[in-house]
C-alpha cells in the first residue's frame, strides 16, 4: 500500500468520523422522535370532558393556524403532453422538470419542462458508468490512486472511503457507483477509462452529443456542485435509455444489494444497499421497477431516475428539481404510463423498400427484378393511448446518417402530431451498384 502524508490520512480520517457522528445522530434523533410522538398522544386534551355532576360536555374548539402549501410550486403546472389531442391528462407532480418514456418505442408519454437545464446530481452516474461498461474490462481491477481516493473533499459525500492502494474488482467498483454512489470511486472509473478525469469528462460529452442531448454539458463524472455540470429530464432520458440497452451496465443498476469483502487495505465487509427506495423489498417498492439511480444536492434538489417493466411495457421515468426522494412522483408518472398507454406492433414497417423499374431499364441496370434499397430487421412498434387504433398513424420517412456505415432510413409513425414509435431500415445497397 502507498503510504499517505500525515494531512491527507488526517482529513481522511476526519470526513470518515464526521460520517460516523452524523450517523449516530441520527439514530439518536429517531429514537428521540419516536418517544416524542408517544408523550404527545397521551398529553393530548380528551376529545370530551367529564363535568362535575358526571355529564359530558364538548371540549372547546381550537381555530388552527391556516397550514401553508403543502405542494411545490411546480405542482399544479400542466404537463407539456395536455396539449396532444386525444392524448390522456397527466398527472400532477411536485417535480420542476420530468419525462416518462417508453423505452422500447421511444415514444414520449409524459413531458413537463423537460427542455429545462437542470444540476443533476448522482444521476450523473448513469453516463458514468455507462462509458465504463463500454471501455472497461469488467474482469480487470482497479487500484486506487491518491488523487482518486483522496479528490474529493466534502465532507458529506457519499463514499465508501477506499483509501490510496486499495485493490478492487471492477465489479465491486461498478457495484460502489451504481448502489452505494460512491463519489471517489467515479473519479477512480474515470482514470482507468481515460487515464484522467478531465479526458473521461470529454468523453461523457462526445457520448451526450451521439445520444441527441442538445443541452447537457458534464463537468465531473460524480454530479457533485458545479455551475457547468447540468442537462435536462429529456436528455437524461436518452442517456439512461441508451444506457439499459447496454447488458453490463444492466447488471448493476439492478442490484439491490452487494457485498464487498475485506480489501488489501480495510479489513472489514462493507455492506451496499441500493439508495433507490422503490425496488423490491425497500420503502416504496413498486411492482415492475428494475432499478434506477438517485441523487439529491441542495442545488439540484432531488433527482431520480427509475426503469420499470410490467407485461411488454418497458418504461423509464426521470424526475429533476423535486422533493421527498421523488418517490411520490415517480409512482404517478408509472401509474399514469401503465394505465393509460399500449405498445403495439406496426406489421407494414418490416416491408422492404424498393425501386420501381420499368421492363426497359433491364437493359442499364442489374437484376432489375431485384432493386430493394432498404430493408427492416424487426417489427416496429408504437406506444399509444389505450384504444386508439395503428391504423390511424400518419408516417414519415427521412434519411440519417450513419456513422457506423451506409445511411440508414427512419419511419416515424405519427399521432396527432406526436411521434409514437420509429421503424429503422437498413440500406442493402447503393443505387450506383444497380448500374451496369
Known amino acids: 500500500m502507498i503510504s499517505l502524508t500525515g494531512n491527507i490520512k488526517a482529513n481522511h480520517d476526519a470526513r470518515k468520523a464526521v460520517f460516523m457522528k452524523r450517523y449516530r445522530k441520527k439514530i439518536v434523533k429517531k429514537i428521540l422522535c419516536s418517544f416524542m410522538a408517544v408523550i404527545t398522544v397521551f398529553s393530548l386534551p380528551a376529545a370530551a370532558q367529564a363535568a362535575e355532576d358526571g355529564t359530558y360536555q364538548e371540549a372547546p374548539i381550537v381555530t388552527a393556524t391556516p397550514t401553508p402549501n403543502p405542494h411545490t410550486q411546480y405542482y399544479n403546472q400542466a ?43 448522482s444521476i450523473t452516474k448513469i453516463m458514468t458508468s455507462l462509458l465504463a461498461s463500454e471501455h472497461l474490462d469488467m474482469n480487470g481491477k482497479i487500484v486506487m490512486s491518491q488523487s482518486a481516493a483522496h479528490g474529493i473533499t466534502i465532507s458529506d459525500s457519499s463514499s465508501i472511503y477506499a ?19 460512491a463519489n471517489e470511486m467515479t473519479l477512480a472509473l474515470a482514470e482507468n477509462a481515460s487515464g484522467s478525469v478531465k479526458k473521461f469528462v470529454e468523453l461523457m460529452n462526445l457520448k451526450a452529443r451521439q445520444l441527441g442531448c442538445t443541452n447537457t454539458h458534464f463537468n465531473n463524472p460524480h454530479g457533485l456542485p458545479d455551475e457547468m455540470h447540468y442537462t435536462t429530464a429529456g436528455d437524461m432520458a436518452k442517456i439512461a435509455r441508451a444506457a439499459w440497452f447496454n447488458p453490463t451496465f444492466r447488471r448493476f443498476v439492478t442490484t439491490g444489494y452487494y457485498e464487498i469483502p475485506p480489501t488489501n487495505v ?49 418504461l423509464v421515468a426521470v424526475v429533476m428539481q423535486s422533493v421527498n426522494g421523488a418517490y411520490s412522483d415517480t409512482a404517478a408518472l408509472l401509474d399514469y404510463g401503465f394505465n393509460n398507454f399500449t405498445r403495439s406492433a406496426v406489421r407494414s414497417g418490416t ?45 414519415s420517412r427521412t434519411l440519417k446518417k450513419n456513422p457506423a456505415g451506409l445511411p440508414l432510413l427512419e419511419t416515424d409513425y405519427i399521432f396527432n402530431g406526436h411521434q409514437v414509435g420509429t421503424a429503422r431500415h437498413y440500406q442493402k445497397t447503393l443505387l450506383s451498384d444497380l448500374l451496369l
Open 79 to 121: 404537463p407539456d403532453t395536455d396539449s396532444i389531442k386525444g392524448w390522456p391528462a397527466g398527472p400532477k407532480i411536485e417535480g420542476e422538470s420530468a419525462i416518462l418514456v417508453d423505452m422500447i418505442t421511444g415514444a414520449v408519454l409524459y413531458s413537463k419542462n423537460a427542455d429545462k437545464a437542470q444540476y443533476p446530481a
Open 266 to 314: 480495510f479489513g472489514e465487509t462493507r455492506y451496499l444497499l441500493n439508495h433507490h427506495r422503490m425496488m423490491a423489498g425497500q420503502q416504496y417498492a413498486y411492482e415492475g421497477v428494475l432499478g434506477g439511480k438517485t441523487g439529491y444536492t441542495e442545488a439540484a434538489g432531488n433527482t431520480l431516475v427509475t426503469y420499470a417493466r410490467r407485461g411488454n411495457m418497458y
Open 163 to 181: 483509501d490510496t492502494g486499495e485493490e478492487f474488482t471492477m465489479e465491486q467498483a461498478m457495484m460502489a457507483v451504481m448502489l452505494q454512489s
Open 351 to 395: 416491408e422492404d423498400i424498393s425501386i420501381s423499374c420499368l421492363p426497359a431499364e433491364k437493359y442499364i441496370l442489374k437484376d432489375y427484378r431485384n432493386s430493394v434499397l432498404f430493408y427492416s430487421l424487426r417489427t416496429p412498434s408504437v406506444t399509444l393511448p389505450n384504444g386508439v387504433d395503428v391504423e390511424s398513424l400518419s408516417s
